[in-house]
């Protein structure tokens, strides 16, 4: 059985990605107190102070359940922490998890900064940890985000209504995926050509 990864980072000549820890709320804290729109889709909002500390503590219990593996983004050619990921909905026993919680600081976004993470992530999901599927997901209205999934491979699957709550209302969620055989064939090579 796939077994939940221990201490873990990724690296390449652009960006490292390493566990998030409690201590990571300074180097966080700015986007939340001077960006928080960054979160308008997001189910979780780490907007201001109280909701970055709380969006650290919830993804470190997710973290210690084995649920998901967050990760504090930084940028080397910046020299700055520029964001967060993670993989959750962990499921060891079918081979499967979620990457997402994706976010980034605006001076980050459309830089080439996600394609890297994206194919550390991907590269160890299905190479290392052997999964056999990696799922994304997001607010149908997100349009920006889904041709972002769309643009390093991802295929669309549906659309799931109504499935997450919101301050106003429930939100409609598009899930995409990309499979091992998918990963393997052609997604990670289409995905290195955009980078290198």
Not at 13 to 37: C, G, H, S, T
Not at 70 to 98: E, H, M, V
Not at 138 to 149: E, F, P, T, V, Y
Request: with cysteine; charged share 30%; proline share 3%.
């Amino acid at each position: 059985m796939i077994q939940f990864p221990g201490d873990l980072e990724l690296e390449d000549e652009r960006v490292l990605l390493r566990p998030l820890q409690k201590d990571d709320l300074k180097f966080l804290l700015p986007f939340a107190l001077n960006e928080p729109e960054i979160w308008t889709y997001s189910s979780i909002s780490a907007a201001g102070e109280s909701g970055m500390s709380a969006y650290l503590e919830y993804a470190l219990r997710e973290k210690h359940l084995k649920h998901e593996y967050p990760f504090i983004i930084f940028d080397k050619l910046a020299n700055q922490y520029a964001g967060s990921s993670r993989f959750y909905d962990i499921q060891c026993a079918f081979s499967t998890t979620q990457l997402g919680y994706t976010w980034y600081g605006k001076k980050f976004q459309r830089t080439g900064l996600n394609r890297h993470c994206k194919l550390l992530m991907l590269s160890y999901a299905f190479e290392q940890w052997r999964m056999e599927r990696v799922e994304f997901r997001a607010d149908l209205r997100n349009n920006k985000s889904i041709q972002a999934m769309k643009k390093i491979g991802c295929t669309v699957e549906g659309v799931l209504r109504k499935n997450m709550p919101l301050e106003d209302g429930r939100r409609d969620s598009i899930v995409l995926s990309i499979l091992k055989d998918e990963w393997f064939d052609t997604v990670k090579k289409n995905l290195q050509k955009k980078i290198y």
